[in-house]
């Protein structure tokens, strides 16, 4: 396989692994040459099912190599930061899952370092790169409905997350709502002003004993007139639910769920669907594949990354702007948040 | 046909020849007695064309009729008032359509009025009707869908009205997002504590500079903790679309647009359906006539209307708050209204 | 109302009450003048709820009346031809429930009196007013698909009609396909040489016993070239089963069945819909006052009727032709029906 | 990668890379070990670009190879047979495309062959691996719609093959509708006894100057009593239409198109999709994977293949069945062919 980027991942769980299969069998120009974990069993196994010829526990070890090329960091939320620095002053192209991190000012550091030092930075907003969203974006961008007056984001997972995960999670808005975010900036390529949000505990008590909400409507004031919603839910017992509509002075365009097959079975209680893909890593799989593809073509051609470094921030800011909202029931511009 | 009821209709314009139709060809216990429109020709030729055998300019001279047992008020908004008043001081039962009023104070006398006088009342909210509508509101009220924590109502009207209409329409929030409120509240069988509204002038311009808007969302906070949503817009260049969502702990039910056949072309260009319905006659011809139905077996069976004064109020409070939350850029409480 | 045209109903059965509540309430320029039924009870029953002043038991009685204009003959098919063949003698024009009768012979006697009368004859072939069926035709008569190169037809009924109806019904053939005879000649706009047909009890034994089928597919060999296909079922478990396909060149224009309401439910189990409705005559209420509507304007001005009395008669051939090609094992055509 | 099972290719030309690139990529138990084409240049060209150590021009080479477990036969259909006989004497196991070939006899010697040397073969029929007919087959299986009455399959092509293609591809029947043999069998789980065909040149004339056609509908009649059709065209200018419907004593099931975006959009002229996916490879790629898995996995664990070398003959017996029977007018046996 022609192979000219070589790639180390740095985190190897879930999302981890998924990046190097993709990396292993389905990029073409790509190699993935390391793998790094803390758990440095979970880096041997990731490693090996993969290909990887290097295991390693520090990722530090992975920057030390001339060979590397780029890093795609998959750890902990809360090492991002760090390894976004150190990755970057040794002169590594990254690729960073979101959340670059919940802290503004921690994010802009990370930023400067990257900018510093000239390297690509790509974030990992997959769903940018879904058929779906893709096609609501061209639509957009090509004024098939004209001049876009409403987007309105139903988004929600099909159950919660362990209450450890929550705990750790930065709350609804900074792990869940931030997609909803980043897909409205990049849907309307416009930014948001200010947010009013209504929400509540409506899923597990449990939930909002941690001080954590489960149910919520967003609405956004963007600056070019547009008004959006953005409505989550923590559990849709039917499936994961993913759905935009955008509505303009031309029409509207409205993407629904994916479905395992298309199969409509009729009996004599009802005419039915099987249910909507359950899992994200379903709903999504193609879109992980896509975005590291981006990446690797990014880098290799020297272009400008699809999802940068200030397409990671801006989530965080409306994020932090929409807790604002709900804690003290008002409209919350987002200067007051950057200002601050 | 068997006729047990005489009905006198009052205001011979677009939606009183329809009410005239349908209590004329299609409620076999009605009997179409009389039709009064202060435009005396109107007035006979609505009366020659659906079988009444007598015309009036005066509405008093049908409630001076002891054989009259009903009127059904379709005359100009700022009439309905003073003209329920009147009917119920004759005793005789009302169906009057919405608004009843504008004012607060002057729809609060009339239901008082029709209060004292003991008859029968029905505001003409025809969606409750609707066979889309109808089977919402069934999930809810049998759980079919669980406990609902949110409430997404879509209503796009195909193209703005005239100016002149629009100037002595209310505005928005009164003409056209009162139906919404309306079905807000029958869906959800809950009062609205408190409203935020984001609305613009995407349309026309001339619109806001009549001081209306033509683009809205308005967030309702429920009393039983549902969030809803109602977005409007005063122009979807592909028809008339009525849209819903309930979602809650046991799934959702949303209902889509009626179009005027199934039919499923594709062509070298793309898969496509026909418009949906473009005119509110056609979109809810079936509602008028059950809604007509059903205040005449209410009247004629003692029973209570399935849509009484104080449903007809409520709405317009809904609405006064919808645009002072507009002007104020905050939430509103329903209680702030009622109050002053 | 306005009514230019005097109208006697013969046969107050089913659909006779259907065509007299249609005639009294929603086609302004037809008076049900008269109603007759060998039941004279059932005759004065109808007369009395649909307003008509006259009910008899005799048909004849209905000739004798000079101020009739037409009659809508729904009475027991053996009877058809000779009604036909009284009124057309009488000179009133005719609307007539289908099959005119099972023998061609006969068949062609009532329309030879017909044509010697020179009264205007319809045959009750209603689904060509239904609004899905005639945008597939329109679909086809404006090229929209291009050059026609496939029709397939599904027609299944909810469930089988009682033994004692089968014993009298004239098989499948003559008493279901016949319709979607109608339909395929309709639709496509050429008349068909030769048929195969493929059939079995599959739903019933006693259905078998009787002689009948109750599962069939029929191929139509038309004459310009398409080949259609029609499917019968005399039982879909989910309701009434009416679909429609035609492909050509320039592509394809399907049509879905009709349901109570859009509604979608998705809940833990699936993504579904109510069930298609399920009585014939919900599913089809538009299009016999469409179909009756259209009777009325054809009298009224004079105007060839939309469905002749050769439509009438070719669909009973083709019954013929398939119940021949099921015995025989072999494609038949149909001059070896009409030649015989 | 976990590499338990060597496998060289034969025959490099578009399916044959496809089947590659899953072997390189996405099947973890397989390795790629040789690549063989009587084209060397395009042997050489495959094995590089998805890791093949080894190419050659000429497939015995393979089958020298003591370490190559199986062969996956991608070359000409008339060398299928030559291939299998000596792949089996060779003591390879073996994945063969469709079809084994087109002469009955010849087919009837690979498969003794394959039988005498006690390897495994797998046909290539990749559908059966689509999640969609998937689907209806395991609602057939559990009884999901009750008995099966009828089975109707459309496949219709986006656009026709050269010329040079169709000269060389035995016919419609052998090389179109063979796919949908297949699969009526795979879906019904039973065997036909009698075939008729209606038939036409409706796309192109230049096809029926060849001999061939491009428009069918075949009726089959299945020992179980399912009454089957199958429709083809070789041009449905919207794309690729691959659509199924089951239809039984307990409902039906049916499945739609693959779309390659769920998105509706909605304009002044119409509602609309895009269009269904065009290409074979978009539309079926996720089968072909999945078909080469269940063949390595079969080998590996030594289960029976899950589409047999009878699965790959039968088809053809319908084939030349369906062309008898369009050349006669009649309905054909499969008995006939069979037994010349």
Avoid: W
């Avoid at 000219?4 to 769980?13: E, H, M, Q, Y």
């Avoid at 790094?36 to 196994?45: F, G, S, T, Y």
């Avoid at 750790?168 to 980043?182: C, K, P, R, V």
Wanted: with cysteine; net charge negative.
């Amino acid at each position: 396989m022609n192979t000219n980027l070589n790639i180390a991942l740095i985190g190897a769980g879930r999302i981890g692994r998924v990046h190097a299969e993709h990396l292993a069998g389905r990029i073409p120009e790509a190699h993935l040459s390391m793998v790094a974990d803390v758990d440095r069993e979970a880096a041997e196994a990731c490693a090996r099912k993969f290909g990887a010829p290097v295991a390693v526990a520090d990722y530090r070890a992975v920057l030390d190599k001339a060979e590397v090329d780029a890093v795609v960091i998959c750890s902990a939320t809360d090492t991002h930061a760090e390894i976004i620095e150190a990755a970057a002053a040794a002169g590594k192209h990254i690729f960073c899952e979101k959340p670059i991190d919940f802290d503004l000012g921690r994010i802009d550091q990370a930023l400067a370092a990257v900018a510093r030092a000239g390297v690509l930075m790509q974030v990992g907003f997959n769903r940018r790169f879904d058929a779906n969203f893709r096609r609501v974006r061209e639509a957009v961008r090509q004024g098939e409905v004209g001049t876009p007056h409403r987007l309105h984001i139903i988004s929600r997972d099909p159950a919660p997350p362990p209450l450890a995960y929550i705990n750790a999670s930065g709350g609804i808005f900074l792990d869940m709502t931030i997609h909803d975010f980043d897909m409205a900036r990049f849907l309307i390529g416009s930014e948001v002003e200010a947010i009013y949000t209504a929400a509540a505990v409506r899923v597990d008590p449990a939930i909002g004993e941690a001080g954590d909400l489960d149910t919520a409507v967003v609405v956004l004031h963007f600056e070019n007139g547009v008004i959006g919603t953005i409505e989550n839910s923590r559990q849709a017992v039917y499936g994961y639910d993913q759905r935009v509509e955008v509505f303009g002075s031309g029409g509207s365009i409205r993407i629904d769920n994916n479905h395992p097959n298309t199969a409509v079975v009729s009996t004599a209680q009802h005419v039915r669907r099987d249910l909507p893909l359950n899992f994200f890593m379903d709903r999504y799989l193609d879109s992980y594949v896509d975005e590291m593809q981006a990446f690797v073509t990014a880098v290799l051609e020297g272009t400008p990354p699809p999802v940068t470094g200030n397409d990671g921030r801006v989530p965080v800011v409306m994020g932090l702007a929409a807790r604002r909202s709900h804690d003290e029931k008002r409209l919350v511009r987002l200067a007051e948040i950057t200002d601050a």
